[in-house]
């Protein structure tokens, strides 16, 4: 039809479904969702394997896990959640290890049994060459935590495999939650609520935008057809910040994910959803086994075979996915100039992973895009406050 939406978003994730299932139900709005894949659900689409009957996550490894109560309540609007536990495990120099680090992956490292009292003087004592308020980097960071023996083996390889970066020039919060545990708990998050989408994460996301007044325009670059909507209705716009402004101050760094998936004649084969490769020769990063996060669907599998994906990660280039800010000071300095931008781009407001230039997981891409409706949308439909960003805000 040629009548104008209430709102358009750009981009069909978890930050633009939240946003236009929001203003859908509650306000009643006409929401276009512009989306360039073929596909809604962006980072977090998955497919069922039509060859085995496993469900893989196409952009990655998705584990769904929140510790807060309203993201919980409105993800269960849409689907119900199995009780899957993650747990990681890591491969270094032959040996699989428990991760995160606990008191299993201590004893078997420094091969002897140690109480947890016992563990913590050993840690103390490893760690004490560098204070913890001293460290500057991720590997100082790293060894006033952990010391140096369990960095060098567990964080180092894996690290600069991860971002092709020297560690002493990575920031220190890029593992400050990765915790060291006192007991044999080897839970790999430590959230309140912790599942996987009963039927799936594609039918958890179409069901966002089943509603009469959400259309979702599939294969659409917005900037084919940004002239049509720019300054005529209100914008929610959930691509890469730099490309809505032309690049204009420079293109922001990501780290990308070649991710290669394949079947293998075996009904298992690791025994559990990932292993991370800790040695620094071995040149992908972990391996995906995807049955493994849906043991209750045994008997849909194919037995005698089963889906695992190789991640390999490097920086990416353009026309790569952007999965990971790199968020280097260089950075930081580009991503001023754009919010300064977004400040005066009228009737347009910036959200999501790639609007923010913010590495989030899918509860707090939820629960930003909440926000945003409580703050900007809800009262500019409803009383009509004044649309602009104030800034990008997640
Ligand atoms: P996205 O999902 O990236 O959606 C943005 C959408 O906008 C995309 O579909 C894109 O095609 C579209 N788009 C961009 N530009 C345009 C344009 N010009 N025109 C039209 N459409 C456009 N989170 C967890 O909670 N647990 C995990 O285990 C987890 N694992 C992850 C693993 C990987 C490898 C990655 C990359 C992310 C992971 N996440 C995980 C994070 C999760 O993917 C994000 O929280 C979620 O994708 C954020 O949703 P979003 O809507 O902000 O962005
Ligand atoms: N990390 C590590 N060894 C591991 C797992 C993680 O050194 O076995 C570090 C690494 O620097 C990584 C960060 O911790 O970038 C965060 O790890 P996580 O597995 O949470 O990353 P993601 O799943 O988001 O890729």
Redesign the pocket.
Known sequence: STQQPDLVI?????????IAERCAEELGLRVLI????H???????SEFDPETGVEV?K????????SNERVWQYANRFTSFTDYK?RVFGKYQGQVYSLPMNLGLINQFFGKSHTPDEARALIAEQSSEIATEDASNLEEKAISLIGRPLYEAFIKGYTAKQWQTDPTELSAEIITRLPVRYTFQNGWFSDTYEGLPVDGYTAWLTKMADHPNIEVRLE?????VADDYKGKVPIV????VD??FGNSEGRLSWRT?D?EESVVDTGDFQGTGVVNYNDQEVPYTRIIEFKHFHPEREKTHLPGKSVIVH?YSRFAEEGD????PVNTADDRAKLLKYRELAKSEPMVLF??????YK????????G??LSMYDNKLKPHFTEGAELTSGGIDA
Do not use: Q, S, W
């Open positions: 750009v981009g069909a994730g978890l930050f633009g479904l939240t512009l989306e360039r894949r596909h809604l659900g962006g980072n977090a689409y996550h952009y990655g490894a998705h584990l769904f896990h929140t993650h659409t670059d917005f900037f084919a716009y959930t691509g890469p490309e809505y994910v991710l991640e996915e952007p999965y990971y959200g999501g992973r790639l609007g923010t590495y989030l997981d899918m509860h707090m891409a939820i930003a895009a």
